[in-house]
Structures are given as structure tokens and as C-alpha cells.
């Protein structure tokens, strides 16, 4: 019964990826859309608190990084709407954290 | 009598309207004739962002039009730098935004200013109106 977190909100402005991140088990993955990708740039601080949740993945929807001009970390997973949906099937529910 | 009028960007571009909203408030109000301009703070920075690309996500990509602010006579751009170091940017992660300076000899010259949070704060209460967005 492992979940897809997702986040659409910036973590600048909003505590959802902080609450996210807090809820994610293990098996569990997370992905980041919309302005939740600000959260993905390369070598930021969010993306280093990303990689150290263990035995959880985590994704961008590679379309919203790349409207904000975002360079997506090395370590995030990127995917596009079809990989956006063969998760929410992979997994038994999805959380969004808006 | 012209005032001073200031737009405060506070949100990203494409997560919500209100950034491409300031930018349509500004090019109207920019017909006026009044003392314009745009502040970017807070998660506002990343609309400067270089290399904005909406094709993928099937809307127009507004923030191009920063760059014909200087048409419209908009040529004082502050950036705030505490909001760019809290998101690990700097000046060099935003697009370039020129004008032509008419009072010498059309000579190119930047419009975005980069300002630290205690000059934003003086910039603001410098001004007759800010609007907010």
C-alpha cells in the first residue's frame, strides 16, 4: 500500500513539500509538478533533502521544469505525462499536497 | 504631476495568473505616463528566470514580453538579492533585459537592478503607489 506524494507548490512559499517529505515512507515516491519543481534545481538545498529520504523516489514532470527554466538535480527522476500516469497507476492511491 | 508607481512581484510565473497579470497591468499602465517600475522578491525572481520554455505545457510564455519593457519606457527592474541567494540563484541565472537610453545617444543599457533587501525597502517607501501581485 505504498502512496505517490505529489507537491505543486513552491517550497519557498508553501510548507507542502516540508509535510510531504515528513509523510513519505519508505516504497513510497514523490513527484514534483508545477511550481513544486523549483524544489528539483540542480544542487539546491530541496533536492539534497530529497535524495536523503530513504527508499523513496523521486520524480519532476519534466514539461513544468523546463517552462520555469528549471535544470532538473542529476539525482530527481524526470518524467512526462504519460510517465506521470503510469505512476499514479503503479501506486495503490495518490496524496497531492497543494 | 507623474507618480511613482511600483509593481511588487511576489509569485512565481506559471503556477498561478498573477505574474502575467503584473506584466499586462504594467504594459497598460506603461501608456500613462507615469514613473514606472517592477520589484521581484520572494519566489518573484523566477519569473526572470533564463530559459523559460511553456511549449510542453500548452500556454504562452509571457515572460518574453520582459524584454520589450523597455519599449514602453519601463526601464527600472529591481531584483531583490536575498531572494535570489535563498533560492541558490544569482544575476547570472536571469535572462537579459536591455533598454535604449534616449537621452544618451540610444546606447543600450541594462534594466535589471540588482538590490539588496534594505534598498528594496527604501525603493518601496520612495513610492506613491505599489500595486501588488
Known sequence: MATLHTVNKSPFERTSLQRCMDFALPGCAILLLEDGVYAARTGSDYAQQLKSLADVRVFVLGPDAQARGVSVDATIGVVDYVGFVELA?????????L | MAK??????RRAPHGSVYAAESLEVVLIGAAFDQQVCMAFVDDGVFQLLEGQDT???????FTRAFKAL????VT??????????ERGLS??????????????????KPSMQIV?????????????VVFNF
Open chain 2, 55 to 61: 511549449s510542453a505545457i500548452g500556454i504562452k510564455n
Open chain 1, 89 to 97: 497507476v503503479e501506486f495503490s492511491k495518490v496524496q497531492s499536497w
Open chain 2, 76 to 85: 527600472e527592474l529591481y531584483v531583490e538579492q536575498e531572494s535570489l541567494t
Open chain 2, 91 to 108: 544575476a547570472a541565472d536571469l535572462m537579459s533585459i536591455t533598454y535604449e537610453d534616449e537621452d544618451d545617444d540610444w546606447n543600450e
Open chain 2, 70 to 73: 523597455g519599449d514602453y519606457d
Open chain 2, 116 to 128: 539588496s533587501r534594505a534598498q528594496m525597502a527604501q525603493l518601496l517607501e520612495a513610492q506613491d
Open chain 2, 4 to 9: 511613482r508607481l511600483m509593481y511588487l512581484n
